[in-house]
């Protein structure tokens, strides 16, 4: 009989490496800066090039990877993981410019997560596991678990030891992709459609579902990062922390709440009605983006970021779900486009809200109160899904 918790196991160890690999490298963004004479304005293409690099191979993947096969792509997900963070160890020292050996390693490192993003949802899809949406919901709560750990951990490990081993423990994160590659090689994998029966890019395109589900992972995206990105300025103006220390307490929270929401579903999913709850979620968000953007008390709106973290949590894990029980022969490549989808919007949202604050004599709350439009477009989504049901029900 095939173990297939084996395999929920390898894809809860998939998207903590994905935390990872998006979280380390940004903790040493100020130490890159002093240790290799780096400009900031260089340093900030490094999360530039992580989310393209990630963007690249949700396009490719949705092309290439019903020809290689799964276990043999999200094996190498690993493997580029690995790499990617061990060379980051060692490949500054080796380059006479030190930013080149930290862009490759990046590049590398992307590759892996972009695999993981594009592959544990459908592989945990295909298995028969009951309540889908909560089991799917439960699988990307860990991404967040691995984003509050990667932080706190990597914390403790420079507060013991100094930030200058930082080295050390790059190859340390390293072990945990190290140790999935064994998982993902033993553990049963299936997949969602057969060999040539899935609806390809072509035919999933002429599909209004699929055009909603796009809409909806961009919302999502956009509502998550834009977000998350002033949760660490409103946790310095609130609570009057440290730059550094409100750097780690904005996103902690942010991850923490998101995973709890994720969570709460995974545990109670089949008593919740996906739609509704996206619903409210969706709402939830909305009154988050007003209070602050719109408060006058620093407290309330870190309260309205931190929230946040929790109405967006279901989003992107229920748009696959969603995705997933509308269009069942989407295959490999719908996966790939709704991820792409995501990643889009995570990188668009908050250089819209950036570009507002700015326009507006860099006010920030004129920023997020235009970032109110992507819950709202996100709510008026769902409003047309649930349209679209209840004629398809008639």
């Keep these: ?120 949802s459908p592989i945990v ?61 033993t553990c049963p994998i299936e997949h969602l459609v057969e060999d040539g029966e899935g609806l390809g890019i072509k035919n999933l395109l002429k599909l209004p579902m699929f055009w909603i589900s796009i809409i909806l992972m961009i919302c999502a995206g956009a509502s998550e990062l834009s977000m998350a990105q002033w949760a660490s300025a409103y946790a310095e103006s609130a609570l009057g922390l440290s730059k550094t220390l409100g750097d780690l307490v904005g996103p902690c929270l942010f991850a923490i709440m998101m995973g709890i929401s994720r969570t709460i579903f995974g545990k109670f999913g089949e008593k919740l009605d996906l739609m509704k709850y996206m619903m409210f979620c969706g709402g939830l968000c909305l009154i988050c983006y007003i209070a602050a953007s719109t408060s006058q008390s620093p407290m309330i709106g870190l309260l309205g970021c931190v929230i946040c973290g929790f109405s967006v949590g279901i989003m992107w894990p229920g748009t696959i779900s969603l995705s997933s029980q509308k269009i069942p022969a989407g295959g490999t490549a719908m996966f790939a486009l709704l991820a792409m989808a995501g990643d889009i919007g995570g990188a668009a949202g908050p250089g819209i809200v950036g570009m507002i604050t700015q326009h507006a004599g860099d006010d920030l709350h004129k920023g997020l ?24 029900n008639k």
């Excluded at 109110?372 to 398809?392: D, E, G």
Aim: with cysteine; proline share 4%; net charge positive.
């Design 1 to 120: 009989m095939k173990n297939y918790k084996k395999t929920l196991i390898a894809c809860y160890l998939g998207f903590i490496t994905q935390a990872i690999a998006a979280n380390f490298a940004p903790l040493l963004f100020l130490t890159f800066h002093k240790s290799f004479q780096i400009p900031l304005g260089k340093i900030a293409l490094i999360s530039t090039t992580f989310f393209f690099t990630q963007l690249v191979i949700d396009i490719l993947c949705a092309k290439t990877v019903d020809r290689i096969g799964y276990r043999k792509c999200i094996v190498a997900s690993e493997v580029f993981s690995a790499l990617g963070l061990i060379c980051l160890a060692f490949l500054p020292d080796v380059f006479p410019d030190p930013f080149v050996g930290i862009i490759i390693s990046v590049i590398i490192y992307a590759m892996g997560s972009g695999l993981i993003e594009v592959l544990c």
């Design 125 to 185: 899809e295909a298995c028969p596991f009951d309540h889908k949406e909560a089991v799917m919901s439960l699988l990307h709560s860990f991404y967040c678990w691995g984003s509050v750990g990667v932080i706190l951990l990597s914390t403790l490990f420079f507060t013991l030891f100094g930030i200058e081993n930082w080295r050390l423990l790059a190859c340390i994160w390293a072990l945990v992709p190290l140790y999935n590659i064994y998982n993902f090689v």
């Design 369 to 392: 109160l235009a970032g109110c439009v992507f819950p709202a477009v996100l709510i008026l989504s769902i409003i047309i899904l649930k349209l679209m049901r209840n004629q398809t």
